[in-house]
């Protein structure tokens, strides 16, 4: 078993790293947050997470790197739930960094995981329902400073999901999206949902 791969980085793609290791050239998928901490960098260490199919015409082996022990362990969660595959679990892991995914978890919060592409409500409730518990006890949740009791005031739920889904369609992601606009909420409940939006453009970073 592969624990990780560490070696010149020979070629990289937002969704592909080959990283040569004693003359072997080793292709990884990863996500867009691996991509982002990897890009630019000649010498890298990545974790590995192996997935061998078999059966069919031909046997299929595939790695993934991450370029972090949470980011692969929140994957391998992920790909426990029904209904979500290797591609899927990427896709959110591409969306959300790792913390922002905890967050999102441990607050169930379905709605920013239903800006992902491919997941639809019942699979980000699945989602929320099965790992919610699993992040906490696994150590996932505590390693990036996520609590499982978060103090969310309470705020005007319409607006709060219409100004982020304003962001998000401006190209901001959910997860930091959300907490501004929360933060704005809360000290200004009456806001319409333009002026949540033009207050939030000036605060997210």
Do not use: W
């Amino acid at each position: 078993m592969i624990e990780y791969i560490r070696g010149e980085l020979a070629d990289l793609t937002p969704a592909l790293a080959v990283v040569e290791a004693h003359g072997v050239g080793y292709a990884l998928n990863i996500s867009l947050n691996t991509y982002s901490a990897i890009q630019g960098k000649a010498q890298v260490k990545l974790y590995v997470h192996e997935a061998i199919m078999t059966g069919g015409r031909d046997d299929n082996y595939t790695l993934y790197g991450f370029a972090n022990k949470q980011e692969r362990s929140l994957y391998r969660l992920l790909i426990t739930v029904s209904g979500v595959g290797a591609n899927t679990a990427r896709m959110i892991l591409s969306s959300l960094t790792p913390a922002e995914l905890c967050n999102v978890i441990a607050n169930g919060d379905e709605k920013i995981l239903k800006t992902v592409k491919g997941i639809g409500l019942r699979t980000a409730q699945r989602i929320i329902v099965d790992l919610k518990d699993k992040i906490m006890q696994s150590g996932i949740a505590d390693e990036l400073h996520v609590s499982s009791q978060p103090n969310t005031p309470t705020v005007n739920t319409a607006i709060k999901d219409e100004a982020v889904s304003a962001l998000t369609m401006l190209g901001f992601s959910p997860a930091p999206s959300a907490k501004v606009v929360v933060s704005i909420l809360a000290e200004q409940p009456d806001l319409p949902v333009e002026q949540v939006v033009k207050l939030a453009l000036k605060m997210i970073k």
